[in-house]
């Protein structure tokens, strides 16, 4: 049995991060949540707290891309539990989809500084902070692109998450002589409002799409605790934690004939 911990997950008022902040809310562990305006973060601590045990859910908004506020994050962290155990950059941000030249150049920034600046930025900041405790733990959320592989659409989306293991894998090089583990989340196909919202303004792409997604997705509250049990178990320098291997996508493409998945309505 793996004792509760003390956990920061930035972007964790809606989607994956909000299942992972009540997943380790569910295995006793206390949560520092956070999302980019007070409301959102507000919102998401009132609700977990209504839950859960009130004195383990604490909220601080932040902008991963302003480093002030990453810096900011820790040091409530800090303060709130005394040590912070496991960091995890999940915010992101998926943009819509479009070729590369009908996006316009802002979504471009946007995407850049949210999923790899934003990374970066916390993963400094939290090695400096764990460095001076002694110990911890930092995760980042890969995605679509993580691997290699390419999908009409989504080249701006996919090339930050490819950047993102590269800088993961690197990071975990550099950290082999110290005391703080590096690892990736590879949390698969999960039914979320990113995945939905990529669609916006395109029905028909969204009912073919869904066919799909209807097959390989799954939904956060079948995730988030797979990752969660996981990070609180790993002890490995660079591992990458993967609930969707290629193996299990190919079963989900054999067995949909005789399986219903519907994790879009």
């Known amino acids: 049995m793996v004792s509760p911990k003390n956990i920061v997950i930035t972007g964790s008022t809606r989607g994956i991060g909000y299942g992972l902040a009540e997943a380790f809310l569910q295995l006793g562990c206390a949560v520092m949540v956070s999302g980019r305006s007070p409301e959102s973060t507000g919102a998401a601590v009132a609700q977990l707290a209504a839950r859960y045990d009130p004195v383990r859910v604490f909220g601080l908004a932040c902008d991963v891309r302003v480093p002030a506020q990453v810096t900011s994050l820790w040091q409530a962290a800090a303060t709130a539990f005394g040590n912070v155990d496991l960091w995890v950059n999940n915010a992101g941000y998926a943009g819509e989809m479009g070729r590369v030249w009908e996006r316009p150049a802002e979504e471009v920034q946007l995407l850049i500084a949210t999923n790899l600046v934003g990374t970066i930025l916390g993963s400094q900041v939290a090695f400096a902070g764990m460095q001076v405790q002694g110990y911890g733990a930092i995760y980042n959320m890969e ?98 934690l993967s609930y969707s291997p290629p193996w299990k996508m190919f079963w989900k493409f054999i067995r949909s004939p005789f399986v219903k998945n519907e994790v879009f309505e």
Do not use: C
Not at 191 to 197: E, G, I, M, V
Not at 217 to 239: C, D, H, I, S, Y
């Open 143 to 240: 995605g679509m692109g993580s691997d290699g592989r390419k999908h009409a659409g989504l080249t701006l989306y996919g090339t930050t998450k490819y950047a993102v293991h590269y800088f993961t894998e690197s990071l975990a090089m550099e950290a082999q002589e110290t005391r703080v583990i590096v690892g990736a989340l590879r949390p698969g196909m999960v039914a979320t409002d990113l995945l939905r919202d990529r669609y916006k303004g395109r029905p028909e792409e969204w009912e073919r799409a869904k066919k799909i997604f209807n097959i390989l997705a799954e939904r956060v509250e079948k995730v988030t605790p797979w990752l969660a049990r996981q990070m609180l178990a790993n002890q490995r320098n660079g591992a990458i």
